[in-house]
Nanobody, 123 residues
Framework: QVQLVESGGGLVQAGGSLRLSCAASRRTFSSYSMGWFRQAPGKEREFVAG????????AYADSVKGRFTISRDNAKNTVYLQMNSLKPEDTAVYYCAASLLLTVWVPRQVDYWGQGTQVTVTV
């Protein structure tokens, strides 16, 4: 079992920045691909960014490329999402995700979810 605890969400004006953190409970954190998904009201949960466990390579949704950066610190069992140039359409609950045998970044391949943190971007 892996517990994921997100922090760093909040209210920000358009153009601003936020940094989300996700702390994992397990010492085998480095074995998991880690990612961020988001879900806006009335919409399906969607992939935002992910970072692989072995290569450290990252992937991003087209809507956030060039604005968001995912990183991980395996010594701290933590993954981060730096969000810059935020837009109102980025408003959603952001979920941290862990996957042990990831092949593609889709919700069905996530093994563990965090509880979510709200990000609200105002005009």
């Amino acid at each position: 079992q892996v517990q994921l605890v997100e922090s760093g969400g909040g209210l920000v004006q358009a153009g601003g920045s936020l940094r989300l953190s996700c702390a994992a409970s397990r010492r085998t954190f480095s074995s998991y691909s880690m990612g961020w998904f988001r879900q806006a009201p009335g919409k399906e949960r969607e992939f935002v960014a992910g970072i692989r466990e072995t290569t450290g390579s990252s992937a991003y949704a087209d809507s956030v490329k060039g604005r968001f950066t995912i990183s991980r610190d395996n010594a701290k069992n933590t993954v981060y999402l730096q969000m810059n140039s935020l837009k109102p359409e980025d408003t959603a609950v952001y979920y941290c995700a862990a996957s042990l045998l990831l092949t593609v970044w889709v919700p069905r391949q996530v093994d563990y979810w965090g509880q979510g943190t709200q990000v609200t971007v105002t005009v």
